[in-house]
């Protein structure tokens, strides 16, 4: 299977010094997608300029033609199923059917207690993040919906016409848990996965990709119980996450190493994050764009 190469491109510059040309450099340079961050804030850019994903993913939409845009995150530690709907079936319109949403359940970070709250238990974020997609599934494929959940509630919420894609927009779930896989087993056009998190300070590679390939075997699993074909799935991986950290975008045949060895546990979708000086993205541009013009013709 032909294996896409993505990037995510982090909201961090204003519009006019960077942002814009950010994105119609990525399209020239041949990427599948282009993604973003959907957070208020992020880690060590959390004093810094930083924008919001659906504004800025508008934006890209109208300075690109062919370049699937989308979110990798969003999550419902500051969002609700009404109202991200309506944004996501404009989105979808204006870009010309060329959105797909990354959805997770969400983190401990700041955006958990950026509106006041206390941040939720693991329970509570898998609780409500299955309340959350099915009810989000609902909104962008029906006229009008009306439902009355644990954490979230529509009444008669319209959303006519929806998404230029039928029957909506994809999905593409990040989770590695039980009750997550499940959720992308039944409504996620792809599966996306960072690897396990607790070998990136001291894991190896190798204990990476064993790591990943376990939790790919979970979502064939959750696929067989429903009667799906987890093969038929897209898979995403985002990098930048697994001990491997910074050292595939050092050259393009480290590259390309390590790309074929997720692709053989059956990736469908790498994502790199595009170059950002003086951070855990730093990358020398110019091997970046190697990577991304020559890397996807040799791994086929």
């Not at 924008?51 to 370049?67: N, Y």
């Not at 959805?103 to 974020?125: K, V």
């Not at 409504?187 to 001291?202: F, S």
Request: proline share 6%; net charge negative.
């Amino acid at each position: 299977m032909t294996l896409r190469l993505s990037t995510v491109i982090l909201p961090y510059r204003r519009w006019h010094e960077g942002g814009r040309t950010t994105w119609q450099r990525a399209e020239q340079l041949g990427f599948h997608g282009a993604f973003t961050y959907d957070h208020l804030s992020w880690r060590s850019f959390r004093d810094g300029p930083w924008f919001g994903a659906v504004p800025t993913l508008t934006a890209a939409a109208a300075v690109t033609d062919r370049l699937r845009l989308g979110t990798l995150v969003t999550s419902p530690n500051f969002r609700h199923p009404v109202t991200l709907a309506k944004e996501l079936i404009s989105l979808d319109d204006i870009s010309g059917g060329r959105i797909t949403l990354g959805i997770g359940a969400g983190g401990t970070g700041y955006d958990a207690t950026a509106l006041g709250q206390e941040a939720w238990t693991p329970r509570e974020r898998a609780d409500r993040f299955g309340e959350f997609v099915p009810l989000l599934d609902r909104l962008l494929t029906e006229d009008a919906v009306s439902y009355e959940g644990d954490f979230y509630s529509a009444h008669e919420a319209r959303n006519i016409p929806g998404c230029v894609q039928r029957p909506r927009l994809p999905f593409a779930v990040a989770a590695t848990g039980p009750r997550g896989l499940r959720l992308a087993a039944r409504y996620g056009q792809a599966w996306v996965t960072t690897g396990d998190p607790k070998l990136y300070e001291n894991g190896t590679p190798e204990q990476s990709v064993q790591a990943i390939r376990r939790q790919a075997e979970k979502l064939a699993a959750a696929c067989a119980e429903i009667g799906r074909d987890a093969s038929a799935m897209d898979k995403i991986l985002l990098t930048g996450f697994t001990p491997d950290r910074g050292r595939p975008l050092q050259s393009l045949e480290a590259f390309v190493d390590f790309a074929g060895r997720h692709q053989e546990l059956g990736f469908t979708e790498i994502v790199i994050h595009w170059p950002i000086p003086d951070s855990d993205f730093a990358a020398e541009d110019k091997v970046f764009e190697q990577i991304a013009m020559e890397a996807p013709a040799q791994l086929g």
